[in-house]
């Protein structure tokens, strides 16, 4: 089955504890991409990767890092967590060179909560 | 660049009626056009695309969506409202010009009351 599996789906953890989400797809996606979502805000990008090793940023990349050293897997880092990065935050990935294909393929989320 | 507007952050609607929910975007180039639902506590689906060809797309679930240019509109319709579409709401758009990323609304909610 097509899919994008994030883990864990329930995080709690304290300031400034490192902690990585994980991120893995299985369709040969080249696109990967982390969104948090917040009440109200909807959905805002926090990094994106075109392909391995190829990585930029959303419009809220402060205090996140990623990776991309292999295609199916994108981690999302936090090297030192605050409140305000509790969230709920979603995978997705796309195809780039199937354009019918256009569309993003999400994860089930990972609700992130920082005391 | 691309922008989209969802009017209204909450719907609601009795089991049976009309489901309309509302999206206009803009875009500098024709778009492909994209609604996603999320039920509680799961991810973002696809529920219907408009890539090109027909104006009229049916998706999953009874739903559908027709893409007006002269609008600017992409709204999401349903004839009768079903207990179970009760969710939230996302409509995307993105450029037609090769790979570009989604630019998605702020979601509405649908509330769907007996």
């Known amino acids: 089955e097509a899919q994008v599996t994030q883990n864990p789906r329930y995080l709690i953890t304290v300031t400034g504890k490192k902690l990585t989400v994980t991120c893995s797809q299985n369709m040969n996606h080249e696109y990967m991409s982390w969104y948090r979502q917040d009440p109200g805000l909807g959905l805002r990008q926090i990094y994106y990767s075109m392909n391995v090793e190829v990585t930029d940023k959303g419009d809220v990349p402060e205090g996140y890092k990623v990776s991309r050293k292999e295609k199916r897997n994108f981690p999302l880092i936090l090297e030192s967590p605050s409140p305000n990065q509790t969230s709920l935050y979603f995978c997705a990935s796309s195809s780039i060179v199937r354009p019918d294909d256009y569309g993003y393929t999400f994860g089930s989320g990972t609700r992130l909560t920082v005391v | ?114």
């Open chain 2, 1 to 114: 660049a691309q922008s989209v507007t969802q009017l209204g952050s909450h719907v609601s609607v009795s089991e049976g009626a009309l489901v309309l929910l509302r999206c206009n975007y803009s875009s500098s180039v024709p778009p492909y056009l994209f609604w996603y639902v999320q039920y509680p506590n799961q991810g973002l689906q696809l529920l219907l695309k408009y890539t090109t060809g027909a104006t009229l797309v049916k998706g999953i679930n009874g739903f559908e969506a027709e893409f007006k240019k002269s609008e600017t509109s992409f709204h999401l319709t349903k004839p009768s409202a079903h207990m179970s579409d009760a969710a939230e709401y996302f409509c995307a758009v993105r450029k037609n010009t090769g790979f570009q990323k989604l630019v998605f609304g702020t979601g509405t909610r649908l509330l769907v009351s007996p």
